[in-house]
Antibody, heavy 121, light 107 residues
Framework: QVQLMQSGAEVRKPGASVKISCKAS????????MHWVRQAPGQGLEWMGL????????FNAQNFQDRVTMTRDTSTSTVYMELSSLRSEDTAVYYC??????????????WGQGTLVTVSS | DIQMTQSPSSVSASVGDRISITCRAS??????IAWYQQKPGKAPKLLIY???SLQSGVPSRFSGSGSGTQFTLTISSLQPEDFATYYC?????????FGQGTKVEIK
């Protein structure tokens, strides 16, 4: 079965960076886009961007354009999302989410368990 | 960016009730919309995609309809496990955007 296992909770100070991992298993890693979605405490969902694990191409939402970097390691079937210049508003649960069908960028089927990032001085 | 506006923001209902949640897009998105269910402390779950296609494994009491700018998620007979927050998401263009959510509560 498909599993997306994310790294553990992180605490960072304002201005720092954080890198979250999402290890995929149960399917052919390079066949499905991976998205990142975040959710601030008590708030709704915000799409951050996606990565094509096959070639590594990424597309980031404009809100995060200069601060987010998505990468992948095909040898370990892992995608990474690094967010820099953290501010308190970045405190949120960050999810990786797999595209719902091969080569589709549209919808999010399987999700990781979420990684809480807390930004506090 | 395409704005997605859900209504109502919350609804109180009883087991067995039929409820509908509406999502309005700020521009024509054809049928490029999905619906998700999220329970507290859990990741969202895909229910409906392409406006009306039921994701595998999702009970048939869930249905979606609409096209263009107006969409509806209907639960035909609420079950205890359906009390959760529901989100719509447009996939017409980047950046993908979500509605603000509708919380379905027990009356």
């Amino acid at each position: 079965q498909v599993q997306l296992m994310q790294s553990g909770a992180e605490v960072r100070k304002p201005g720092a960076s954080v890198k979250i991992s999402c290890k995929a298993s149960g399917y052919t890693f390079t066949n499905y886009y991976m998205h990142w979605v975040r959710q601030a405490p008590g708030q709704g969902l915000e799409w951050m961007g996606l990565i094509n694990p096959s070639g590594g191409a990424t597309f980031n939402a404009q809100n995060f354009q200069d601060r987010v970097t998505m990468t992948r390691d095909t040898s370990t079937s892992t995608v990474y999302m690094e967010l820099s210049s953290l501010r308190s508003e970045d405190t949120a649960v960050y999810y990786c989410a797999r595209g719902e069908s091969p080569s589709s960028t549209l919808y999010f089927d399987d999700w990781g368990q979420g990684t809480l990032v807390t930004v506090s001085s | 960016d395409i704005q997605m506006t859900q209504s109502p923001s919350s609804v109180s209902a009883s087991v067995g009730d039929r409820i509908s949640i509406t999502c309005r897009a700020s521009q024509d998105i054809s049928t490029w919309i999905a619906w998700y269910q999220q329970k507290p402390g859990k990741a969202p779950k895909l229910l409906i995609y392409g406006a009306s296609s039921l994701q595998s494994g999702v009970p048939s009491r869930f249905s979606g309809s609409g096209s263009g700018t107006q969409f509806t998620l209907t639960i035909s007979s609420l079950q205890p496990e359906d009390f959760a927050t529901y989100y719509c998401q447009q996939a017409k263009s980047f950046p993908y955007t979500f509605g603000q959510g509708t919380k379905v509560e027990i009356k």
